[in-house]
């Protein structure tokens, strides 16, 4: 069986998107190694507590892993809230909302009513995407609210 066990989201800043990650969503570091021998490559990931899953916080690289133009756009895709997005659920989405407000996360959307469930939107130091959802089932899905989905 294969499972997903890290993905990752390019960052401006390490240290800022740790602090983010850690002090304001509330998340675990899983890893923080610097590699000496890779030019002092850090791998940074972190997780939400209790799961076996997690983001690695990458920074953009220079040449020659990628030139000045592509780093550059990957930047501006960031900027612009383009370079992906997370979805997250959780059982209370408006609780979560007050909960990550209070600790300083800048929500772009408020808790909506959506065809899915409540949904709500913020994002990272970076730019990158994040959408809360507190789901439900649509007509014609099966599974759970927080699981995958599959059209029946």
């Known amino acids: 069986m294969i499972k997903l066990t890290t993905t990752q989201l390019w960052?401006?800043?390490q240290d800022e998107a740790l602090e983010f990650y850690t002090k304001r969503l509330g998340?675990?570091?899983a890893s923080d190694v610097t590699v000496p021998?890779?030019?002092n490559f850090r791998w940074l990931a972190v997780s939400p507590p209790g799961q076996?899953?997690?983001i690695t916080l990458m920074a953009i690289p220079g040449p020659p892993v990628m030139d000045a133009q592509t780093a550059g756009q990957v930047r501006d895709l960031m900027g612009k809230g383009y370079a992906g997005t997370v979805f997250l659920t959780t059982d209370d989405c408006r609780k979560a909302y007050e909960e990550?407000?209070?600790r300083g996360v800048e929500f772009t959307e408020e808790p909506t009513e959506q065809p899915y469930g409540l949904d709500a939107a913020f994002h990272d130091p970076s730019g990158n995407s994040f959408r809360i959802a507190e789901r439900r089932l649509m007509p014609?899905?099966?599974g759970t609210r927080t699981g995958a989905v599959a059209a029946g």
Request: hydrophobic share 45%.
């Open 52 to 54: 076996d899953i997690a």
């Open 11 to 13: 960052v401006h800043d």
């Open 37 to 39: 021998e890779m030019g």
């Open 27 to 29: 998340w675990e570091v």
């Open 140 to 142: 014609g899905e099966t």
């Open 100 to 102: 990550l407000s209070a």
